[in-house]
Nanobody, 114 residues
Framework: QVQLVESGGGLVQAGGSLRLSCAAS????????MGWYRQAPGKQRELVAL???????NYVDSVRGRFTISRDNAKSTVYLQMNSLKPEDTAVYYC????????WGKGTPVTVSS
């Protein structure tokens, strides 16, 4: 079992920055991949960024160059640095961990005002 707790969301003006954190606990040694997803009102949840065990990262095209995913050496916390935020980045952001089973946090809301 893995438990995930997100933090760092909030209200920011367009062009601003936020840093999301996701603290993992439980069987963290079994985590193969961690990522951030988001769900805007009336839309499906979408992948934003992920980082696999080797450290390789991947991003959805709409955030590449603006967002950076990283994790600490113990792999217990994953971060999402979000720069140059746009109103279309407004969503609830969810942390995900994959150990052959998907685990989800409860989400943290991000609102970007124009």
């Amino acid at each position: 079992q893995v438990q995930l707790v997100e933090s760092g969301g909030g209200l920011v003006q367009a062009g601003g920055s936020l840093r999301l954190s996701c603290a993992a606990s439980g069987s963290i040694s079994s985590i193969y991949r961690m990522g951030w997803y988001r769900q805007a009102p009336g839309k499906q949840r979408e992948l934003v960024a992920l980082i696999i065990d080797s450290g390789v990262t991947n991003y959805v095209d709409s955030v590449r160059g603006r967002f950076t995913i990283s994790r600490d050496n113990a792999k217990s916390t994953v971060y999402l640095q979000m720069n140059s935020l746009k109103p279309e980045d407004t969503a609830v952001y969810y942390c995900n961990a994959f150990t052959y089973v998907n685990y989800w946090g409860k989400g943290t809301p991000v609102t970007v005002s124009s």
